[in-house]
């Protein structure tokens, strides 16, 4: 089964940028798709971006799209996050997971899920 941690998360000022990484173990990390969520205090947990196992196609939720990448590097079994222009509403503990059915923006779509690694940005 694969494990899946993550880590980058901290404080930065408004307008700053950040990058998280999502290492994951085991075989086969280019056959899954994956994606990265947030939640907020007091929130759900909400899609931020998926991407496909070979890293060709991407997709975003709108509120990040423009600002945030997604990327990764199969031989090093990780998945990015590269946020830019960081607002104070992007303020959320971050999770990877194994996205196991394409497009969809849904939690219960996803698996494997890390331990979640804490973004906080100020005004």
């Known amino acids: 089964q694969v494990q899946l941690v993550e880590s980058g998360g901290g404080l930065v000022q408004a307008g700053g940028s950040l990058r998280l990484s999502c290492a994951a173990s085991?075989?086969?990390?280019?056959?899954?798709?994956m994606g990265w969520f947030r939640q907020a205090p007091g929130k759900e947990r909400e899609f931020a971006a998926g991407?496909?196992?070979?890293?060709?196609?991407?997709y975003y939720t709108d509120s990040v799209k423009g600002r945030f990448t997604i990327s990764r590097d199969n031989a090093k079994n990780t998945v990015y996050l590269q946020m830019n222009s960081l607002k104070p509403e992007d303020t959320a503990v971050y999770y990877c997971a194994i996205n196991r059915r394409w497009l969809s923006r849904n939690e219960v779509d996803f698996g494997s899920w890390g331990q979640g690694t804490q973004v906080t940005v100020s005004s």
């Open positions: 991407i496909s196992g070979s890293g060709i196609s991407t």
């Open positions: 085991g075989r086969s990390f280019s056959s899954y798709n």
